[in-house]
């Protein structure tokens, strides 16, 4: 079943506001552009596609919103602080607190339960056993597996690894939770089960999802859909509203919201979290810290 958007909803508040952002790979002589003079503004609590063909930049621009890259030129302002200006520990620290990710490829870890892995993202945070996996087993009731929190990985379908994957995504109550072709290994049945969960509880909190795929089925799921083709974005469609021209003048985000990345910034030069690894893509405790970093 398709979760209607929400109505009513008030002024927008932008969370994140990209300015000309350009993103070159250096490959021998050659200059690959994988992003070209990006501009666009992702709001709180809405629901985003990036559209496109493989090879088309929209994973390169989940990478740069999610601090896993820096841009090659441009501006990405969250909750009006520039994240190229971050260091590596301050955004690790970032996707800490403010990020959560779905994957393709589920990205559990075989040794754990279901619990076990719903709750690293808490492990990493230091908060103690008995309430993280409190929050674990309320988690997995969400998302229907109750009755699977001791399984391992080798002993769950699919579809019940995604919906551990989303446990643990959602389980830090991120601000923003990215999903990266999440229904790429599934079936058509359980990728609508899986996209209803996901954004039926993006909407319940009022978090912002932004759904990186190919599939233009998957877009009808989103408030607004970014299509992406060759680094740049091709349009802008409103599902709600008539398709617009993308807009290289977007506002800056909040100001008012400066100081709570400020704590941010001041805790990430004083904690030493090398520990949780700033490299998300090679294991599956790193790359979800509540989805990014741990």
């Known amino acids: 079943m398709f979760l209607g958007r929400p109505k009513g909803r008030g002024e927008l508040e932008p969370l994140f506001v990209l300015t000309n952002v350009r993103k070159v790979y250096k490959m021998g002589e050659e200059r690959i552009i994988a992003l070209d003079d990006i501009s666009v503004t992702f709001d709180k609590g809405r629901i985003y596609c990036l559209l496109g063909k493989s090879g088309s930049g929209k994973s390169t621009l989940l990478n740069m919103l999610a601090g896993l890259e820096k841009p090659s030129g441009g501006s990405i302002v969250f909750r009006g602080k520039p994240l190229e200006k971050l260091s590596e520990k301050q955004l690790a620290l970032y996707r800490q607190k403010y990020i959560g990710f779905v994957f393709q490829s589920y990205n559990l870890l075989p040794t754990l339960t279901a619990l076990e892995n719903v709750t690293l993202p808490l492990i990493f945070r230091k908060i103690p056993k008995k309430v993280r996996n409190k929050r674990a087993r309320s988690m997995l009731k969400d998302v229907g597996l109750t009755n699977r929190s001791k399984h391992k990985p080798s002993e769950l379908s699919g579809g019940q690894q995604q919906r551990v994957s989303i446990a643990r995504a959602f389980i830090n109550d991120p601000s923003v939770i990215f999903a990266d072709e999440p229904t790429g ?65 977007e506002a800056d985000g909040d100001a008012a919201d400066k100081n709570e990345l400020d704590a941010v910034e001041s805790e990430g030069n004083e904690a030493d979290i090398n520990n949780t690894g700033a490299n998300e893509t090679e294991g599956a405790s790193d790359m979800n810290t509540n989805g990014g970093d741990v």
């Open 185 to 249: 290994n599934l079936d058509t049945k359980t990728t609508f089960e899986m996209m209803d969960l996901i954004t039926g509880i993006a909407r319940k909190s009022e978090q912002t999802l932004v759904i990186v795929t190919h599939n233009t089925e998957l877009s009808r799921y989103a408030d607004q859909v970014i299509h992406i083709r060759d680094g740049l974005i091709e349009k802008i469609v409103d599902n709600n509203e008539t398709p617009a021209e993308p807009d290289g003048n």
